[in-house]
């Protein structure tokens, strides 16, 4: 009970429900295109059968993840990986890329297409989450089933909300590729391998992070102007 009343959990909870509100609108799209096959009646049971199979399996998933961070090194290669995932979100992604997602008129055949197309698109989703569950402290297990509890049903139920207000406010997409970034800086600095040769003082994490934010947005702004210069000049 001491963890719901520390700071530290609220804004880590925070991260991760704004994790997987941005990284997990493909996640919605993918459960909508498995199930658009089945009988009107069985659709609802579908989404809720095939979500249930995917929160579990990214416990386990995280669960593992969070063992992993204490290896040493694993951390810097984790933030390189956050710091490309932050850029991706900033770049406008292809349309097209859940074409080959191929609905099922079989209840179970739509769960386990759910289950596995979410397992594939989890990475980022599981690295994120257990590089913010991380900065918490204990109990980020926990943490980590607290915050999938409540994103998880947003992104089903309001999917569609939330992609119209991304939309309409971009800003929310650059804040959460930053997030990503700033995730990734914590990461890279706390890595155990670096831990002895760089100042074991809060405020230098924080200028860590606050480097990881800047360079998500200024190479995802940089590849954003970049094309735009190409669709000009072409």
């Not at 970034?181 to 890279?188: H, K, L, N, R």
């Not at 947005?217 to 072409?234: C, D, E, M, N, T």
């Amino acid at each position: 009970m001491e963890a719901l009343a520390s700071p530290a959990f609220w804004i880590a909870v925070g991260q991760i429900i704004l994790i997987d509100i941005l990284l997990g609108g493909d996640n919605a799209v993918v459960i909508a295109l498995a199930c658009r096959g089945l009988p009107p009646a069985q659709r609802k049971m579908g989404i809720i059968y095939g979500t249930a199979g995917a929160i579990v399996l990214r416990v386990i998933l995280i669960a593992f993840a969070l063992a992993l961070l204490a290896v040493p090194y694993l951390k810097l290669v984790g933030a390189v990986l956050l710091i490309w995932i932050g850029v991706k979100l900033l770049v406008p992604h292809d349309e097209d890329e859940h074409a080959n997602i191929s609905p099922s008129d079989k209840l179970w055949g739509a769960v386990k297409t759910v289950i596995v197309a979410d397992l594939v698109m989890s990475v980022d989703n599981v690295l994120a989450i257990a590089g913010a569950a991380e900065s918490a402290g204990s109990h980020q297990l926990g943490l980590v089933i607290f915050g999938l509890l409540v994103s998880i049903p947003i992104i089903v139920a309001g999917s569609q909300i939330v992609l119209k207000l991304m939309d309409r406010f971009p800003i929310i997409i650059t804040l959460g590729g930053m997030l990503l970034g700033w995730i990734a800086g914590q990461m890279a600095y706390t890595d155990p391998a670096a831990k002895p040769f760089l100042p074991d003082q809060k405020v230098w994490e924080y200028a860590a992070a606050a480097a990881g934010a800047l360079l998500v947005l200024a190479i995802g702004k940089g590849i954003q102007y970049s094309r735009r210069g190409g669709s000009a000049a072409a």
